[in-house]
Nanobody, 114 residues
Framework: QVQLVESGGGLVQPGGSLRLSCAAS????????MGWYRQAPGKQRELVAT???????NYADSVKGRFTISRDNVKNTMYLQMSSLKPEDTAVYYC????????WGKGTLVTVSS
């Protein structure tokens, strides 16, 4: 079973940037479509972006043009570069396969506030 550990969250002002990382155990990571998800307070978890093993990407309309998903199959790590952050991006961010099929990690909290 692949295990996932998210990191990189924090407090950032509106308009700022953050880069999240998702470290995965196991070489199977390289063949999986992976995704970033987020869950804002009082809301359901939603899919933010996905990336295939070959590097094709898709984004939710709410983050398109501001977030960039990428992966390093050598390091078994996926990233989410977030720019032009808005208060509504505040959430706990998780990584998983796309669609989600693995146990959820603890996530990493992103707070966008002045």
């Amino acid at each position: 079973q692949v295990q996932l550990v998210e990191s990189g969250g924090g407090l950032v002002q509106p308009g700022g940037s953050l880069r999240l990382s998702c470290a995965a155990s196991g070489s199977i990571f390289t063949i999986l479509t992976m995704g970033w998800y987020r869950q804002a307070p009082g809301k359901q978890r939603e899919l933010v972006a996905t990336i295939t093993s070959g590097g094709s990407t898709n984004y939710a309309d709410s983050v398109k043009g501001r977030f960039t998903i990428s992966r390093d199959n050598v390091k078994n790590t996926m990233y989410l570069q977030m720019s032009s952050l808005k208060p509504e991006d505040t959430a706990v961010y998780y990584c998983n396969t796309g669609p989600a099929s693995l146990n959820w990690g603890k996530g990493t909290l992103v707070t966008v506030s002045s």
